[in-house]
């Protein structure tokens, strides 16, 4: 099993700066879950369905979704097993509930979500 838990939610205005993580633990979290599974960044909008934003592969490119490319960065830091998404120049039409997901043994696993909201 492995549990994922999002922080670095918050409120604030366009064009300002988030960074979320998303930690991981359990039994099958080690070691470097992010960094030997494929791990991606979903959110969903109040009312839409969820959507995939940005991904990262082991040993391999990342990669994102239009819309936020060149403003968001995936990461991970195998150290402490988190990943990470650099949220530059933020939109409102950013504003969801973020979800890591990781795929171990081609399971996938979710944390509850963090809101990031984005005010004009």
């Known amino acids: 099993q492995v549990q994922l838990v999002e922080s670095g939610g918050g409120l604030v205005q366009a064009g300002e700066s988030l960074r979320l993580s998303c930690g991981a633990s359990?039994?099958?979290?080690?070691?470097?879950?992010?960094?030997?599974?494929?791990a991606k960044w979903y959110r969903q909008a109040p009312g839409k369905q969820r959507e995939w934003v940005a991904l990262?592969?082991?040993?391999?490119?990342?990669n994102y979704r239009e819309s936020v490319k060149g403003r968001f960065t995936i990461s991970a830091d195998s150290t402490s097993n988190t990943m990470y998404l650099q949220m530059n120049n933020l939109k409102p039409e950013d504003t969801a509930t973020y979800y890591c997901?990781?795929?171990?043994?081609?399971?996938?696993?979710w944390g509850p979500g963090t809101q990031v909201s984005v005010s004009a």
């Open positions: 997901n990781v795929e171990v043994n081609m399971k996938p696993f």
């Open positions: 990262m592969t082991p040993h391999g490119p990342t």
């Open positions: 359990g039994t099958a979290s080690s070691p470097n879950v992010f960094t030997a599974n494929t």
